[in-house]
């Protein structure tokens, strides 16, 4: 068990609709990062919030929003989805900004249909 | 692009023998590199790191090297035990100089470990 934790654990949905991911980091982590894993695309990494601060974007749709709590806990809001949107949305987290390792938690599985 | 490289999708090994898994970057920038095991519909498992300034770090029955010159790392995991069967993935950050501790993952390495 890393710690930390992600819910729903699974996300059946339809098209066109909007779904939030939610994600609790380790105990005294500040850092939160989202990663998305597809079939074909592997583990992609998507926002990265410290401590309440927006910190590093990778290839996040406009569609895809984030953000960070005051409680450090982190939501991955995916709006007007699509079939491609079907995947692994993970949550990690990490004591600093940049270095240190990530735990990461055991994921959100979402199905569009 | 891809900044990180696993060449091998696959690998089989016997119990009780070296397991070693590889992982070629083409970024210089990168300054930290993390080995994370996976288990199907589980998150990746922190394994081991090593940050740019070593060339070796050891843990238990795992060791990662680090090849500066030839940006090439290496996990090797022995002695190999069949509950070490699962995906292995390869990451690297640029830590130092973009502040971000965002993670490039190779492709993934499946490893199985026989009887």
């Known amino acids: 068990d890393s710690g930390v934790t992600q819910t729903p654990k699974h996300l059946i949905t339809a098209t066109g609709q909007r779904v939030t991911l939610r994600c609790s980091p380790r105990?005294?982590?500040?850092?939160v990062y989202w990663y998305q894993q597809s079939l074909d695309q592997g583990l992609q990494f998507l926002i990265q919030?410290?401590?309440?601060?927006?910190?590093a974007k990778g290839n996040i749709l406009e569609r895809f929003s984030a953000q960070q709590f005051p409680d450090l806990h982190s939501e991955l809001n995916l709006s007007s989805l699509e079939l491609g949107d079907s995947a692994l949305y993970f949550c990690?987290?990490?004591?600093?900004?940049?270095?240190?390792?990530?735990?990461f938690g055991p994921g959100t599985r979402l199905l569009v249909l | 692009d891809q900044q990180v490289k696993q060449n091998s999708p696959s690998l089989s090994v016997q119990e009780g023998r070296i397991s070693i898994l590889n992982c070629d970057y083409t970024?210089?920038?990168?300054?930290?590199f993390l080995w994370y095991k996976k288990y199907p519909a589980e998150g990746p498992t922190f394994l081991i790191s090593?940050?740019?300034?070593?060339d070796k770090n050891e843990d238990g029955r795992f060791t990662v090297f680090l090849n500066k010159s030839a940006k090439h790392l290496s996990l090797h995991i022995v002695p190999s035990q069949p509950g070490d069967s699962a995906v292995y993935f390869c990451?690297?950050?640029?830590?130092?100089?973009?502040?971000?501790?965002?993670?490039?993952f190779g492709q993934g390495t499946t490893l199985q470990v026989k009887p």
């Open positions: 990690a987290s990490s004591v600093a900004t940049s270095g240190g390792s990530q735990y």
């Open positions: 970024n210089s920038m990168f300054d930290y």
């Open positions: 105990s005294g982590d500040l850092s």
């Open positions: 919030y410290y401590n309440g601060e927006e910190r």
């Open positions: 990451a690297a950050s640029a830590s130092g100089s973009s502040n971000t501790g965002k993670l490039i």
């Open positions: 090593i940050s740019s300034i070593k």
